[in-house]
């Protein structure tokens, strides 16, 4: 399976500011997702990331507000621009399993306060 | 398209019994089905996975879980809570063939276990 790891683990931002968040994966993947998780609530899927295209942004999420960019087949930003306190959430990242299953790995997260 | 529903927002068991969290799902195409466990200030888990074949599937840590087609359900058990349980779970669908492969989680059951 793959491992994943994301940078910065936790940050605490004034409004106003933007935040990129990096996500690593130890073998080469075609597709990456974005999910944001608001604080007691589930995971909701932010955008679709292939290598070589642009992100496919989910209903209610704009590329304005979440700029994607996955360089390599190995690794992928995203950045929560011009914060607000209601961006405070948990961002992950995951990858899909090269199999058969549609199984996705996820990375650890980053936990994101904005003030 | 799909949807998961989880009956139980929380669930709460004693040590030593059995756990039943329960997940109904609507897709329009074959289903993969997953559950995964989030402990707290940790990233998800995979606890198991329904991919067409066996109707129970066994994962670690003790669970398992039964697809049924004329219920559209996948609830998740184990027959005797360990401390280490004390969770968020949350129950996943994403269609085996289309395009995409996205995920959507249900709205997650947090389980207490109690000495």
């Known amino acids: 399976s793959a491992v994943i790891s994301q940078k910065p683990s936790r940050d605490i931002c004034q409004r106003g500011t933007s935040l990129t968040i990096q996500c690593q994966v130890d073998?080469?993947?075609?597709?990456m997702f974005w999910y944001r998780q608001q604080p007691g609530q589930s995971l909701t899927l932010i955008a679709t990331?292939?290598?070589?295209?642009?992100?496919?942004?989910e209903s209610g999420f704009v590329i304005d507000k979440f700029p994607i960019s996955r360089p390599n087949l190995t690794f992928s930003t995203l950045t929560v621009s011009n914060m607000s306190p209601e961006d405070s959430s948990i961002y992950l990242c995951?990858?899909?399993?090269?199999?058969?299953?549609?199984?996705?790995?996820f990375g650890p997260g980053t936990r994101l306060t904005v003030l | 398209a799909q949807s998961v529903t989880q009956l139980d927002s929380h669930v709460s068991v004693s040590e030593g019994t059995p756990v039943l969290l329960r997940c109904n799902y609507s897709?329009?195409?074959?289903?993969?089905l997953f559950w995964y466990v989030q402990h707290p200030n940790k990233g998800l888990q995979l606890l198991l996975k329904?991919?067409?074949?066996?109707?129970l599937v066994k994962g670690i840590n003790g669970f398992e879980a039964e697809f049924k087609k004329s219920e559209t359900s996948f609830h998740l058990t184990k027959p005797s809570a360990h401390m280490s349980d004390a969770a968020e779970y949350f129950c996943?669908?994403?269609?085996?063939?289309?395009?995409?492969?996205?995920?959507?989680f249900g709205g997650g059951t947090r389980v207490l276990v109690k000495p």
């Open positions: 995951s990858v899909r399993d090269r199999g058969y299953d549609n199984e996705q790995f």
């Open positions: 329904y991919t067409s074949a066996a109707t």
């Open positions: 897709s329009s195409y074959s289903p993969s």
């Open positions: 990331a292939n290598q070589g295209s642009e992100a496919t942004y």
């Open positions: 073998s080469q993947v075609t597709m």
């Open positions: 996943v669908v994403s269609p085996i063939k289309a395009a995409g492969n996205k995920l959507t």
